[in-house]
DNA sequence: CTATTTAGTTTCGGTTACGAAACATTTAGT
DNA sequence: ACTAAATGTTTCGTAACCGAAACTAAATAG
């Protein structure tokens, strides 16, 4: 029971931020591009597509469509790596950086709100 | 610095809880979709495919085909509104209470899973 | 040196999604 | 009744994406 009421919760909350985000006019991302994201930024390097594959049990093209896609919003680059030059490293940028701090933002907001605040300026309806 | 930390905490629940629900073969749901399946599921009835187009800053359009999607699905259901004819009111399904249920226990997950520690030796808010 | 394995990309056919604009249907205004 | 407005869907042309399989390039084995 009270796990119920925790998960839903955490649900709320997470419903406050993908709310705001999409208000936010972010990019439209999947969860398997988010994933990719999320997981170059917080997890250690290297990354490479065949380690991303297997973490994410989704196909090498795959990766490689969300890569590509990742890299023309700017989020992420490719680098080859010198040690084993069909390996491609996948690392952070700037733009990337920035989008995932404010992203984090939007999170803590949601959280806070609690009840009230809801981080989307809307009146507590919605 | 203790929002630094926060924001970074947040972000790692997000990442755990997606790269896990990437790898159960959840559906690859984007943004937009998930927004409006958490809403509907959250937030009080009626929904309307207007409502949801402003609650999100998205045209109608798109909003018919995330419903479409989900309705395929079978996550979400269409019901002609008897008051006004002109009106679509999105109701739930099983599935799709099943499917946040099963959502919200994988951020519960990630938010016990480890790296929750902040030195306070207080359980976490959530 | 050739064969095999490995890493990542590209191709293939088909699906899904986008915004803008046009559309049918229903309600409201006069 | 006849017009105007509102709701949601469809169409249009375009772009993104899917898994399977073929492919290039690099490293390793024999």
Redesign the interface.
Known sequence: MI?EI??????????R???A???C??P?????Q??LL??V???PAPHTVRGLAE????TKPAITRAVDRLTELGMIRRKVDENDRRSVLLQRTVKGSVF??E???L??AA?GGDGEGDA?G?PP??
């Open positions: 796990v925790s998960d839903l919760q955490a649900l709320d909350v997470w419903r931020t993908v709310v985000s999409v208000r006019d972010a439209d991302l999947s969860a398997r988010m994933s999320l997981t930024y917080l997890t973490l994410l049990k989704v995932l701090r992203y984090g933002e999170i803590v959280m989307t809307l309806k919605y």
